[in-house]
């Protein structure tokens, strides 16, 4: 089963061209690390770091998001699920330090193993609500 299918299968099928953006872009930076190294070498270590630590989450917006990954990185990924890019960018805007936090409980990112699907059982809980 792809990572697609269990973010998909997380949001009960709520989401799911979001979650499948969600899914390409984790594979796309390599993971967990690579979206958070992402983040810090387009200058939002501060936000990333709020995401990643144990206190409260600072927000992002879909403007921040379009300039660290790039408006053909985000019109792709659009495009790759049927998304319009600027709804995207807010989806993300309001989905990623939620997601991150949900995969980095004890405030740094995961040492060794399939992050991935170590992550994805963490945000079960966080897909699952209502």
Do not use: R
């Amino acid at each position: 089963m792809s990572l697609f299918d269990q973010l998909g299968g997380l949001l009960g099928g709520e989401g799911g061209g979001v979650a499948g953006a969600v899914s390409e872009l984790m594979q796309q930076q390599g993971g967990l690390a690579g979206l958070v190294e992402k983040f810090n070498s387009g200058g939002m270590s501060e936000l990333v770091s709020s995401w990643v630590g144990t206190g409260g989450n600072l927000p992002v917006s879909a403007e921040q998001i379009q300039q660290v990954l790039g408006n053909e990185q985000v019109a792709a990924l659009a495009g790759k699920f049927g998304l319009d890019p600027q709804q995207l960018s807010q989806a993300l805007a309001d989905y990623l330090p939620q997601a991150v936090d949900k995969l980095t409980p004890d405030g740094q990112l995961p040492q060794g193993g399939d992050l991935l699907s170590q992550g994805l059982g963490m945000l079960q809980g966080f897909f699952n609500k209502s």
